[in-house]
């Protein structure tokens, strides 16, 4: 059996490996896509103490770094199952089963998506899903936030003060974040809300130039000029596999203790997956390393 056993090759996922490989204990990482998130990043300027990188080459560096360590690289295997009985069991979807004394999960999450036409095209090129990662890329332009949550408005109140404009879209007739927020952005001189309407397209030609929607009690279609889209309608844990095993919050996020402890023995957790706050690379990192030192307290403890 391994000592440690991490599912997910993000970076909470190497960062765990390493940490836990560091201590000379048999580890392994089951990654389906090494390198996760940051594979689809193009430009990363707050990863601190490396000004300006890219996705793919950070994770180049992640899986150089992994390499340096006796640590069992299975790439392009899912999880499927996880059991606890004398050892901690992980099925994959291959019908393979590994067995290990402590697990940490890191299979991190998902943006949601609109699912409108140019969304998908423009990614990257306009279309944007985190505000602090790409909120400085349109100082002084116009921007929409697609989504009224907390998340939503959080985003919009952010961008308010580097970006030109704000438009604030939302589906509903009202805005669903906290009457606080929803005062300090009505406060904001740079804000439009439009409410009870439906985003039909982003446009564009090589970036985003726009927005359609659908004023859903008039049903008049209306664009909009802008040079870029945050779409901020909810970030997906990828925890459905582990059923109801693991404590989840109601969105699906692995609660962890202070040490990235689970509800069960030997089960740890880290990065976007888990209940803690504010998603980013360097803060899923830190997650990791946190996770992989509980681990090795928990294993010389039983
Ligand atoms: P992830 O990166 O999501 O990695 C999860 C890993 O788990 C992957 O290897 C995946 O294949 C694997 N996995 C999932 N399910 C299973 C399963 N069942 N079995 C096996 N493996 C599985 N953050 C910043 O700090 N700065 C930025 O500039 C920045 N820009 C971003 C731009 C984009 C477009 C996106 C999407 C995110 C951006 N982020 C940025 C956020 C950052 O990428 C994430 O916070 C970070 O990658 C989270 O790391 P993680 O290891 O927790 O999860």
């Known amino acids: 059996p391994y000592d440690v056993l991490v599912v997910g090759g993000g970076p909470a996922g190497a960062s765990a490996a390493i ?11 089951v990654a389906e896509r090494f390198g996760g998130q940051v594979l689809d990043t193009l430009g990363i300027e707050n990863f601190i103490s ?36 004398d050892y901690i069991e992980l099925e994959l ?18 943006w949601r998506n609109v699912g409108v036409p140019g969304e998908e095209e423009f990614k990257n090129k306009g279309v944007a899903y985190c505000p602090h990662c790409d909120g400085p890329l349109f100082i002084g332009k116009d921007v929409a936030v ?21 438009t604030v879209l ?3 007739p009202e805005l669903k974040a906290d009457a606080v927020l929803q005062k300090r952005l009505y406060s904001l001189p740079n804000v439009t809300v439009l409410k009870n309407v439906q985003t039909k397209e982003i446009t ?22 802008l040079q870029g ?17 693991i404590e989840r919050t109601r969105i699906g996020e692995i609660v962890v203790d202070s040490k990235g402890a689970t509800n069960i023995p030997g089960v740890f957790a880290a990065g976007d997956c888990t209940n803690s706050p504010y998603k980013q690379i360097i803060i899923s990192m830190g997650s990791g390393a946190t996770a992989a ?6 294993l010389i403890r039983n």
Do not use: C
């Not at 564009?204 to 359609?212: E, F, K, P, Q």
């Not at 901020?232 to 095993?245: A, E, F, K, R, S």
């Open 19 to 29: 940490y836990a490989a560091r201590k000379g204990i048999r580890t392994g990482i």
């Open 50 to 85: 490396v000004k300006h990188t890219e996705g793919p080459k950070l994770v180049a560096s992640l899986e150089e770094h992994v390499k340096e360590y006796g640590i069992d690289v299975m790439k392009l295997q899912r999880a499927k199952r996880l059991e606890k009985k």
């Open 93 to 110: 979807e291959s019908g393979a089963v590994l067995k290990t004394k402590a697990v940490i999960l890191s299979t991190g999450a998902r």
């Open 146 to 166: 697609i989504g009224g949550g907390n998340s939503g408005i959080e985003a919009a109140i952010d961008l308010a003060g580097i970006v030109k404009h704000v």
């Open 170 to 172: 939302e589906f509903m």
């Open 204 to 225: 564009g030609t090589d970036r985003v130039n726009g927005i359609t929607y659908v004023d859903r009690d008039t049903e008049e279609e209306k664009h909009i000029e």
């Open 229 to 245: 889209v945050f779409v901020q309608i909810g970030l997906v844990p990828n925890t459905d596999w582990l059923g109801d095993t």
């Open 293 to 298: 030192l509980g681990a090795f307290d928990y």
